[in-house]
């Protein structure tokens, strides 16, 4: 007969602490690590990132991403069904439907998340709603709808997630936009909300490093997504293959690449940063005739 001893044990990987784990071994006078099973050991190990907007697109991309490098995913997104459909064809995810939008459910994601996981290592702020229009037709309701998803939610995530992050000296990634660096017609809201997103990840870097906590921002340039497939013409189209020194639509997974790399240990002494990836469009100056009323 075999006899097992059963026991809490508070795991520390690289200095940090994980959850405990009920472990069961065979008994004997001492438990080495040798003991733990195998599959626990690898999810001591693992690294969790929690993204928004994570349905589709980059959000998606990323998560991928982040799957084929070893990492566990918490996926965010309002969107249930889509959610529900995507998260189900991958593994080592879970799916959080929430609204980064509104606070309360902001706090019980993060809850939800670490009480799920242990531990959140990296936060990507990729939710975002795409209004474009001019100016005297943009009013509060519409300017709000805007601001309240690309800049309240990154806030309000960043900030719910900010102490689990000092846990793990995690990693902050923003998700902006060209349109944050330069501006162009019928972006009044747009715009405005990803030039502040590029402050705030700046506030964030300032205070938070001393933490181990690294803040930094992407802002894409025109990738070819579903949806702006769908709403740019062929003469936007071809204006932006004109204007882009790269001569063309960047790919969903080249900005999750970057996303990627400033979350990994590869990144660990960069912080602050506002890295443009837009195949060399922002560097070109104006915006492009095709976008203007």
């Not at 064809?89 to 459910?105: M, R």
């Not at 933490?211 to 921002?217: E, F, I």
């Not at 936007?236 to 999750?256: C, K, Q, T, V, W």
Request: one cysteine or more.
């Amino acid at each position: 007969m075999r006899f097992f001893i059963t026991s809490i044990c508070t795991i520390f990987v690289n200095g940090y602490r994980r959850d405990p784990l009920l472990i069961s071994v065979p008994f004997a006078r001492s438990i080495s690590i040798m003991d733990i099973p195998r599959k626990a050991l690898i999810m001591m190990n693992q690294k969790v990132a929690l993204i928004t907007g994570a349905a589709r697109g980059i959000g998606l991309a990323t998560t991928e991403l982040f799957i084929e490098q070893g990492w566990q995913v918490a996926m965010v997104d309002r969107d249930a069904d889509e959610l529900s459909a995507v998260a189900a064809k991958l593994t080592n995810v879970n799916a959080f439907v929430h609204d980064v939008s509104k606070p309360d459910q902001v706090t019980n994601m993060v809850a939800s998340v670490q009480s799920q996981f242990g531990q959140i290592d990296a936060v990507v702020n990729n939710a975002g709603v795409a209004d474009f229009g001019p100016i005297e037709k943009t009013d509060f309701e519409r300017w709000r709808t805007v601001m309240s998803t690309n800049l309240d939610g990154v806030f309000l995530v960043s900030q719910a997630a900010t102490s689990a992050l000092k846990k793990t000296r995690g990693s902050l990634v923003n998700i902006a936009s060209i349109s944050g660096l330069r501006a162009s017609t019928l972006r009044v809201a747009y715009g405005t909300s990803k030039a502040a997103v590029i402050q705030l990840t700046k506030q964030q870097a300032a205070e938070l490093g001393e933490h181990g906590v690294r803040a930094n921002c992407v802002c894409p340039g025109p990738v070819r997504t579903k949806l702006a497939m769908a709403v740019h013409t062929k003469e936007i189209i071809d204006a932006y293959h004109d204007a882009i020194p790269l001569n063309r639509y960047g790919s969903e997974n080249e900005i999750a690449e970057l996303i990627v790399f400033l979350c990994s240990d590869k990144a660990s002494y960069i912080t602050g940063q506002v890295i443009a990836s837009d195949g060399g469009f922002e560097s070109t100056g104006v915006g492009l005739p095709a976008l203007r009323v």
